[in-house]
Nanobody, 126 residues
Framework: QVQLVESGGGLVQPGESLRLSCLAS????????MSWVRRVPGKGLEWVSS????????SYADSVKGRFTISRDNAKNTLDLQMNHLKPEDTAVYFC???????????????????WGQGTQVTVSS
């Protein structure tokens, strides 16, 4: 069956870095746009970033642009999110998701994703 398993979250201080990973299985990973979405306490779901199937295109929310980098390795079925210069407002549960075909890249809606991981907690606090 399809699985998306996120890892790499943790507690860090402002300004530090984390690298999240998502291991996919059960579908042809390299054929699909993949995204990171986060659930921010008190604010709900927020789209973070998306990457095309062949890594030729990426897109970022304004709030993370210049600090986060999305990447993928289709040979290993992994999706990564390198997060630098973390801020307290980056505190959230981070999910990786397989975007439905035909849906806009910047969607935060669960229904716009075929599959969604269980999430990994990132806490940025001094």
């Amino acid at each position: 069956q399809v699985q998306l398993v996120e890892s790499g979250g943790g507690l860090v201080q402002p300004g530090e870095s984390l690298r999240l990973s998502c291991l996919a299985s059960g579908f042809i990973f390299g054929n699909h746009i993949m995204s990171w979405v986060r659930r921010v306490p008190g604010k709900g779901l927020e789209w973070v970033s998306s990457i095309s199937a062949a890594s030729t295109s990426t897109s970022y929310a304004d709030s993370v642009k210049g600090r986060f980098t999305i990447s993928r390795d289709n040979a290993k079925n992994t999706l990564d999110l390198q997060m630098n210069h973390l801020k307290p407002e980056d505190t959230a549960v981070y999910f990786c998701g397989k975007l439905r075909r035909g849906v806009g890249w910047a969607s935060y809606k669960r229904d716009d994703y075929d599959y969604w991981g269980q999430g990994t907690q990132v806490t940025v606090s001094s």
